[in-house]
């Protein structure tokens, strides 16, 4: 199948399209992971990504689809779970009709649905090693008590102003998106509060509707 992740910070997509993507061996797609590989690389697009970032302004759509469309293509435009794209409305254009042209359209788009206090309570929970850079989380993997507490960090933007703030720009340019693909008939909201099992079982279950939607489309 071909599903988009759609969600704010700390909805948990990244885990959920990571354990999608092993269960149904399809090809997890990051553009985020893809900018930092390229940029690791020094490849063209890296490059270009990296004179942005070092603005901390963001990449431009057009570099984004690049990396999209070339990942998308090396797995034959099929089988594959998009993570954090598209995240503007011109990238979702673009990708309905890259995809479209190819006769290769998206099954869904799934949005997981968690409350922004519940976002709030979850990533401000994070820690970080400052030496290795592992994560950790207050409530579901608290650092091993052998670390020295004093490398047991909280990132800034994990601090609950900071993660409002985020949310308020999530919400701010996401909502043009939601409306699009939910317009196309595309959109499928997940309920994400609750176990990893539990939200897996939903989002299976929203597939298989989803699988079935798009069969009868091309029956009739």
């Known amino acids: ?26 090809k997890h797609i990051s553009t985020g992971a893809m900018i930092r590989d390229a940029m690791k690389a ?4 890296g490059e270009a990504a990296r004179t942005y970032m070092d603005e901390g302004v963001l990449v431009p759509d057009h570099l984004v689809q690049q990396l999209a469309q070339l990942a998308i293509e090396e797995n034959q435009l099929d089988c594959f779970i998009l993570d954090g794209f598209p995240r503007t409305l011109p990238q979702a254009r673009w990708l309905n009709a890259f995809l479209a042209e190819h006769g290769t359209p998206l099954h869904a788009i799934l949005s997981l649905v968690v409350p922004d206090e519940i976002i709030i309570d979850r990533l401000s929970k994070r820690r970080v090693h ?23 960090i909280q990132r800034p933007d994990d601090k609950p102003e900071a993660i409002r703030k985020r949310l308020a720009v999530y919400h701010q340019q996401t909502e043009p998106i939601e409306s699009y693909f939910r317009d196309i008939g595309l959109l499928i909201e997940v309920d994400g509060v609750g176990t990893f099992d539990e939200v897996q079982h939903r989002i299976d279950v929203a597939i298989e509707k989803a699988r079935e939607r798009y069969y009868a489309a091309l029956e009739r």
Do not use: C, W
């Open 1 to 26: 199948m071909r599903i988009a992740f759609f969600g704010p910070p700390g909805a948990g997509k990244g885990t959920q399209a990571l354990m999608l993507a092993d269960k149904t061996k399809h």
């Open 130 to 152: 400052a030496e290795t850079g592992v994560n950790y989380h207050l409530d579901f993997k608290p650092p091993p008590k052998d670390i020295d507490p004093s490398l047991i």
């Open 42 to 45: 020094k490849t063209p697009i």
